[in-house]
């Protein structure tokens, strides 16, 4: 073969390979593992924002949501994308209390019991929570609220005394905490297999919203509703760091400008959710309103435990948080 045939030989194939490496690069698939059912308004919310990211980047980087634990399980969504198994994903932030009680920081009983104090209270933790993820090789992308937390039963519950040997379905350290100062038995169990865990008798009570209540059909096992309105906790989407770095910065806008819209489109209908649900659990057949007096006053006396307990835990970043809310 001549010099110049070889030369131009190998630069049709170097430029075949190039054009498959830029066609590699233009094209990313994304799994996104997500921990709820795929009706729940933060998996829509997450179905949104993967739509706006593909259209967005051109079909550059294609999200696909995997939602109701699917690809990964709740608790194992973090680890999965720090890892880089998955290269994002969401999760409950609190969930991860055990790692660090400062990820508790929405789960303190009565801090933040409304959208407008959970939006301020998110303000002041978020410079906090973005660096301790950061740390953990994540980048903190949107966070969107549940609506308020309320009390599950089987039974009418006037005071705490009621709640005494009930099994509670916990979802994080705080939850288990309260069930613990109630005098309940907890178990940790995925919102995805809750509506399992009550029908078998393996729990028979939780704190939860109206949403997730609603989500997994509870009256089919549960009777009663009670508003507590005790806090707010909240779900959040992260990437893998590395992933996030190799993403060239045009993409990076893209996903950053469909985040906000995502985390404010999620807080709209977690607001829109929030009476929808409960409606939904009266249809269902459910006895839905506010705790009694009584009741309140003891859970407010626990929520005084709990807020002190915390505080402790989370030491010096814990007490910014809490002190920059109430500065507001
Ligand atoms: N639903 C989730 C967390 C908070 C909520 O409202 C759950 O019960 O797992």
Redesign the pocket.
Known sequence: MRKSNCLSILAASVAVVGLSISGAAQAEKWDMPM??SGTNFHSVTGAEFAKCVTTGTGGGIEIVTHPSGSLFK?GDIKRAIQTGQAPIGER?M?GHQNENAVFGFDSIPFLATSFDDSEKLWQAAKPTMEKLLDEQNLVMLYAVP??P?GLYFKKEVNSVADMKGVKF?S??NATARLAELTGMAPVQI??AE?SQAFATGVAES???????GYDRKVWESLTHFYEVDAW??R?YVMVNKDVWNETDEAHQNVIRACASIAEYAGTWRSKEYTGFTMAGLREGGMTVGPAGDQLVGELKEIGNTMTTEWLEAAGEDGKAIVDAFNAE
């Not at 939780?206 to 997730?212: I, L, R």
């Open positions: 921990a709820y709740g409950l609190s549940w609506p937390q379905r979802y994080n995925e919102a809750i939780m704190v939860s919203s109206g949403a997730t707010l906790p779900n």
